[in-house]
């Protein structure tokens, strides 16, 4: 049985959620791992499921060990 690799590797993406402006949260970085191939698909993880009207992406840097 051959072992495949792991194309994936960890990005780390940095992001603030809109709706926060005028709460206790306004301005705050929020941080999540996501596993992927490349920065844009980790992009596409974050934005699957909302839109760009609801999180603001700071940055998107891959995780190093």
Known sequence: ????????IP???LFQFINMVGTDNEGETY????WAESADDA???VMAGTTSSHIHIV???EKKS
Do not use: D
């Open 1 to 8: 049985m051959m072992i495949q690799e792991n194309p994936q």
């Open 11 to 13: 990005f780390e993406v």
């Open 31 to 34: 941080s999540e791992i996501f």
């Open 43 to 45: 992009r596409a993880s």
């Open 59 to 61: 940055e998107i840097k």
